[in-house]
């Protein structure tokens, strides 16, 4: 089993950024690719972007591109999701999650976070 607990959500100003973490504990060496998603009140659940856990390979959504970079510090076993020009239709909670198997462009994860709000005010 594989624990994943983010942090660093808060609210912040339009146009402003953010750092959310996501670290990793229990069973890391199963991991192959780390993810972030958002789920907004009423909305289905959006991916963000993954990272493979191996190397610095990235995919990102279209709508955060440029302005999303997610890294990782293997000695922590913690990846990062640095937010720049955060819009206040991206106020969401924003989870973590982690697959075993590889591919950054599909969805099939096997861990997921708790999740922490990310609000941005107009």
């Known amino acids: 089993q594989v624990q994943l607990a983010e942090s660093g959500g808060g609210l912040v100003q339009a146009g402003g950024s953010l750092r959310l973490s996501c670290a990793a504990s229990?069973?890391?060496?199963?991991?192959?690719?780390m993810g972030w998603f958002r789920q907004s009140p009423g909305k289905e659940r959006e991916f963000v972007g993954a990272?493979?856990?191996?190397?610095?390979?990235?995919y990102y959504a279209d709508s955060v591109k440029g302005r999303f970079t997610i890294f990782r510090d293997n000695a922590k076993n913690t990846d990062y999701l640095q937010m720049y020009g955060l819009k206040p239709e991206e106020t969401a909670v924003y989870y973590c999650?982690?697959?075993?198997?590889?591919?950054?462009?599909?969805?099939?994860?096997?861990?997921w976070g708790q999740g922490t709000q990310v609000t941005v005010s107009s």
């Open positions: 999650a982690a697959k075993r198997g590889p591919g950054l462009k599909e969805y099939d994860y096997d861990y």
């Open positions: 229990g069973r890391t060496s199963s991991i192959y690719v």
């Open positions: 990272i493979y856990v191996s190397g610095s390979n990235t």
